[in-house]
């Protein structure tokens, strides 16, 4: 039998199994087996099943330590759960002590084992990323119409087509150079350094050369190096809300956690890379490093999940084929048609390319791109800001948004809201750390300090206390932060509500006994005058256990068995509320030397009261939310906070509706990806889940076609986040990772920001939908003209480079002021599109063909009348002119008709949108130059038009537009009339 590397799948060494032996080998308990290495034994399956029927499997390897336990091949590996095991035995599995190390075993292992960093995937050359910009299936078009182009002689209008191709090539190539960042900001996570034990001796070293089975020491501040088994623990507590989504630090502990199955943030006994110690000291011993910890996995699934195309992206990716084939059969028609009816072959390709290059939109990507930059920057004005431009409409089409719960929708801010002393019960009001705020009795305020219960409660808890509360500059000015644990933090906010701010000044603080994980109490003693006290706070059970009487009314009363129900009770009902509870209680002794002489100063206490505190939701969330209703869009709740609190949470938000379903990570792990999609779509809370929980539930909600945004902050939604339709990341409070994986970011941390981003995705959508809709149409006019003429057996009615021309001053200018129009009133009151939606559905492609028509047939009049009502050399050019006039205006006149999705020219005011007033008096100048500047109109081969000319042509042009929205408006009325009766 010999090891194979999971990861190489090269063999290490030989090793044999024995029983008889155990001075040759090193003997390891079968019970350990649930502590799986990343190798696999390869040999007779019988033979290590013997083993393990023996009750013990030991094996030996030349000059290596067995901490590994070998797994047969073809056995499925199962997960590591070393918090399962004992501090003993996680040293002994890991052939190490507390003593630590030496440096050559630690070399070996490292040899193995690898560094203990972040390995990024396969790397794409820049060059690559580049090149990948030019596959579009619309730069093919572009392409395409830049041969014309050149074809045709046009060789300005090549270039400029080149340079829209090398333009759009750049905007994405850089943008997605940052996006994928994501794996540099998640090594930025990591700690530099380490305190390491290793032959008894403490030394700092680089926390890339640490190795299962180091002993390395914490203490507050630190961010943990790698994953690992705490071995002592004499009071330690970790924030591990980016990797967890818990919304308070951790207390961790030694003692063994006994269910195998336990999500990641009730493994109190285990530390994990990336986390942060916030207060107390411990020493674990090292079970993973680089890829294998927890941070490693998020980095595995940030590299294979998925971006898919954003539907913009498909749908102009349909309308660029669709465009392609369509120019070619026009090409054919117009080049067959004309030779039939006599004209030269060389003529009618040159007619039939110039008609390909007026189908074609060339500027279409760019405008798009455009449009995208405009609406980035109105939104970047509403603190949303947006990473990657294409998924700015995709907002537009959002059917569900999953959303992390602690930060995200709450304020990561613990906040006390309920008080209960001598047996009432109090509301604290406002949130978070700002010290605005009240207590408040039967609905009205009171002044809290001259209740005797409340002054001694929140003296306690000021003073019992180690955070700071210190105001600091942030970009929209100064606020109250917490320095220190947030409990605290929300203790001290609460004194002050109760207008007890400088604790300092009426205790003077002599010892204190810190908070103990085992104990669950905190206790500080202090002296106010000639009186010593110990003050004392923790688990409301804990310290009810410990006291013997009741602070009442300002007296000390024996705690009677009914007082220790209504105790009881209170705490249930605050717990039912999804609220942190403590407790506060005290000792009174003679002096300093009477207290410390007593072995156990946390007994016979007066119990004063409990509070009970929650990371409150955000105040404009209820409207956000109310909002995403009114939309169509879902709000999911995805956190890894515990049930209980998610819940309470989730309805106060009225997010989790009566008969909405609530799912468990434990639930998840049980439930195929088949028996997930089919509950999904009635679950609105999922609690305590992992980055794989995450992941699962966005891939299912889009199994069922649902167009996902995942809001996050942690580094644990970064792969769902990437795997989302659009990921949203919170600005101030989310980590790096978090951000780079996502393709909008809400400056203010405002899930309210996420609405106005909806509003501005779908006006953007809108707009593009408008121009669109412009650029086409006016094609189809410019085609039929051509087209119908050449059937006919008629001149052209446009020369080559009018036809150029009209594409140039009609689909530049107001096709990119259609991109900043303002969004419809009634925008936010639409269902979300249908992904599944076409871009010519509900009648678009009607519109399109309807206007077009019309055009084509009105220029096409005014050019036969002219050309029939006049003589001479002049006469041919003078029935051009009048029909480039003729078309060029009623696309003028055109682009203000389909400012409305909806209605028509009479639904909104003209000079709503300045912009594009200015843009279509800017082109009109464009157009009258070449025909009013001699050397242009030479060129261009017009003649001069007059009063007369310029009526026929203005009522000739409006025709289209005025004609259909005087049908519209007929229509609308009708059905208002049959509506009402």
Request: hydrophobic share 45%; net charge negative.
């Amino acid at each position: 039998m010999h090891l194979l590397n999971a990861r190489t799948g090269k063999p290490l060494v030989p090793f044999t199994c024995k029983h008889a032996d155990p001075q040759t080998v090193h003997i390891v308990p079968s019970a350990l087996l649930i502590a799986v290495s990343e190798y696999t034994c390869v040999g007779p399956l019988s033979q290590w099943i013997a083993c393990c029927v023996q009750g013990w499997t030991s094996f030996s390897r030349d000059k290596h330590t067995d901490y590994e336990t070998p797994i047969v091949e073809g056995v499925a590996p199962v997960e590591k759960n070393w918090h399962v095991l004992s501090a003993s035995e996680c040293l002994a599995a890991l052939s190490t002590s507390e003593q630590g190390l030496s440096e050559e075993q630690a070399k070996e292992r490292r040899q193995e084992v690898g560094l203990n960093q972040l390995v990024e995937g396969q790397k794409v050359s820049l060059l690559t990323i580049f090149l990948n910009q030019f596959r579009d299936f619309m730069i093919v078009v572009l392409l395409v119409a830049t041969l014309i182009s050149g074809l045709l002689g046009e060789y300005m209008d090549a270039i400029t087509i080149v340079a829209i191709i090398v333009l759009n090539g750049i905007l994405g190539f850089v943008q997605e150079v940052k996006a994928e960042r994501s794996l540099a900001a998640l090594k930025e996570l990591t700690a530099p350094m380490a305190h390491v034990r290793r032959a008894g001796q403490v030394s700092m070293i680089p926390a890339k050369e640490l190795v299962p089975g180091d002993i390395v020491l914490l203490e507050g501040g630190d961010k943990v190096p790698a994953d690992g088994r705490i071995v002592k623990s004499p009071g330690l507590d970790v924030e591990e809300s980016s990797l967890t989504g818990e919304s308070v630090p951790v207390t961790k502990r030694a003692k063994a956690v006994v269910d195998p199955e336990v999500a990641i943030g009730d493994r109190t006994n285990m530390v994990y890379m990336g986390t942060l110690v916030t207060r107390g000291k411990a020493e674990f011993v090292v079970t993973e490093t680089g890829m294998s910890t927890e941070m490693g996995k998020i980095a595995g699934l940030m590299q294979t999940s998925e971006e898919s195309l954003t539907p913009l992206q498909r749908r102009l990716d349909q309308l660029g084929r669709l465009l392609v084939w369509v120019s070619l059969a026009i090409t054919a028609l117009v080049v067959v048609t004309g030779v039939l009816h006599g004209n030269g072959l060389y003529d009618m390709f040159l007619a039939g390319v110039s008609l390909a290059v007026a189908a074609i939109p060339e500027g279409l990507p760019a405008i798009v791109t455009i449009a995208l930059a405009l609406g980035v920057q109105r939104m970047i004005k509403r603190n949303a800001i947006v990473r990657k431009l294409p998924s700015v409409e995709t907002l537009g089409c959002a059917t569900v948004v999953c959303s992390d719960k602690t930060g995200t929708l709450t304020q990561n801010r613990m906040t006390v809201q309920r008080v209960w002393v001598e047996g009432e019960w109090y509301k604290v009001t406002g949130s978070g750390y700002d010290p605005t705020g009240e207590f408040v009795y039967e609905d009205r305020a009171i002044r809290a300090l001259r209740r005797e219960g409340i002054r001694r409660l929140v003296e306690i808890g000021s003073t019992c206390n180690n955070a700071v509360m210190k105001l600091v500059e942030t970009e929209q000015g100064k606020e109250w932060a917490c320095d220190g644990d947030p409990t605290e933090g929300a203790l001290l906010v609460m004194a002050k509500k109760a207008g007890f701010d400088d604790p300092e000044s009426v205790y003077q603080r002599i010892d204190e006994i810190p908070f103990d994980s085992d104990r669950k109490l905190m206790s500080v003693l202090v002296m106010q005058g000639q009186d010593v006290y110990l003050f004392v706070k923790g688990a409301p059970d804990v310290l009810l256990d410990r006291a013997t009487k009741f602070y009442t009314g300002g007296r000390e009363e024996t705690l009677s068995p009914t007082t220790k129900r209504q105790v009881i009770a209170a705490n249930q009902q605050m717990a039912g509320e999804a609220l942190r509870n403590i407790a506060f209680g005290y000792r009174k002794f003679r002096s300093i030397e009477a207290a410390k002489a007593v072995q156990d100063p946390e007994q016979e206490l007066v119990l004063v009261g409990l509070c009970g505190m929650i990371d409150p939701p955000r105040a404009e969330v209820y409207e956000a939310i109310k909002t995403c209703h009114s939309a169509g869009i879902r709000t999911v709740m995805i956190t890894g906070d515990h049930q209980t609190t998610a819940t309470a949470i989730a309805r106060q938000l009225d997010i989790l509706p009566e008969d909405g379903l609530v799912l468990t990570g434990a639930e998840l792990d049980k439930m195929s990806d088949e028996d997930l999609a089919l509950r999904v779509e009635d679950t609105y809370v999922y609690a305590r889940v992992s980055p794989l929980h995450k992941l699962r539930i966005v891939k299912a909600l889009q199994a069922q076609g649902e167009i996902v945004g995942m809001t996050g902050d942690g580094v644990n939604d970064a792969p769902a986040i990437k795997q989302a339709d659009i990921g949203i990341a919170m600005g101030q409070s989310g980590t790096d990772v978090a951000k780079e994986a996502s393709a909008l970011v809400l400056g203010d941390d405002n899930f309210a920001t996420i609405v106005a981003a909806v509003e501005e995705g779908r006006g953007i959508y809108d707009n593009i939908k408008k121009f669109i809709r412009y650029l086409l149409s006016s094609n189809v006019g410019e085609i039929v003209t051509m087209f119908v003429a050449m059937l006919a057996g008629l001149p052209l009615p446009l020369l080559p480079i009018q036809i150029l021309w009209v594409n140039l001053v009609t689909d530049g200018l107001p096709a990119i002021a259609l991109g900043v129009d303002p969004a419809e009133k009634d925008i936010m009151k639409r269902p979300p599109r249908d992904v599944n939606e076409g871009i010519f559905a509900k009648g678009f492609s009607v519109k399109i063909l309807s206007r077009g028509i019309l055009i084509g047939v009105v220029t096409l009049a005014v050019f036969l009348w002219a050309l029939h009502s006049g003589q001479g050399p002049q006469n041919l050019a003078r029935a051009q002119t009048l029909a480039y006039a003729t078309l060029t205006m009623a696309q003028f006149i055109l682009v203000f008709d389909c400012r409305s999705v909806e209605g028509g020219i009479w639904k909104r005011n003209i000079f709503e949108n300045v912009w594009l007033v200015l843009a279509v008096a800017a082109s009109l100048a464009l157009f009258l130059l070449t025909i009013y500047v001699p050397p242009i109109a030479a060129i261009f081969k017009t003649v001069p038009l007059h009063g007369l000319d310029w009526v026929i042509v203005i009522v000739a042009a409006a025709i289209p537009t005025f004609a259909l929205s005087l049908r519209r408006l007929g229509l609308s009325a009708m059905k208002t009339k049959v509506a009402t009766r």
